[in-house]
Each structure stands twice: as C-alpha cells, then as structure tokens.
C-alpha cells in the first residue's frame, strides 16, 4: 500500500486494534500488496465501544457475542441468562478488547489471502 494511505488508515481506525500490535499493524499495510487496499474497505470492523454498550444493556442475553460473531459464546450466554449475571459482568470488563482482537483477526484474514 502507498504510505499515505497506511497512514490514513491507522489514523481512522486507531481505536479498533490493540494498542500492543498497532506496529504489527502497521507493518502488515506497509507490506500489503496494493490490491489488497479494495478488501480492507469491505471489512466490517467492529466498533469496541458498540460492543461495551450492547454488553451493558443486552449482554445477558449474549447479543455482544453475537456481535462479535462468537456464536458459540453468545448461545451459551444466551441459555444461561449470562451466566446468572456473572459471565455478563466479566465480560463488560473484557468485550472492548474482545473486539479489538477480533478486529486484528479480521485484518489478518484479509491480507493473508
């Protein structure tokens, strides 16, 4: 990718990685080949603070997993009322860098290929 647009990108999506691998990042657009610049405009990144707000007001009912595309998660909070509260409240502590993670996978995924 051209610089100029590595920067624009970093600069409009800070917020969605983890701040620990904002290099990594960085160093993964660089390298990118240019045709991969129309796939990452097609990647729905998920948006961290989206992801605390449904955990607060629906994550016992694991909509933020859902969110997230943890099925799996999101059936088993779902079913257990969020784990009788507890898993829900852990997880308003541990949803913003679930979707930072996520996020850093999503970006992986589309430059790999």
């Known amino acids: 990718m051209i610089q100029q647009q590595v920067d624009l990108f970093i600069a409009s999506h800070q917020g ?4 620990a691998m904002m290099m990594q990042v960085y160093d ?5 080949p240019e045709e991969k610049n129309i796939s990452l405009q097609c990647i729905d990144f998920k948006n961290p603070t989206t992801a605390l707000l449904l955990s607060i007001f629906l994550g016992y009912l694991g909509i933020d997993r859902f969110y997230l595309g943890d099925i799996m998660q999101g059936v088993g909070k779902l079913i257990t009322g969020g784990g009788c509260g507890v898993w829900t409240v852990i997880d308003w502590f541990l949803i913003m860098d679930a979707a930072r993670n996520k996020n850093f996978q999503l970006l992986s995924q589309a430059l790999s290929y």
């Open 28 to 32: 993964m657009l660089s390298n990118a």
């Open 16 to 19: 969605m990685f983890p701040a």
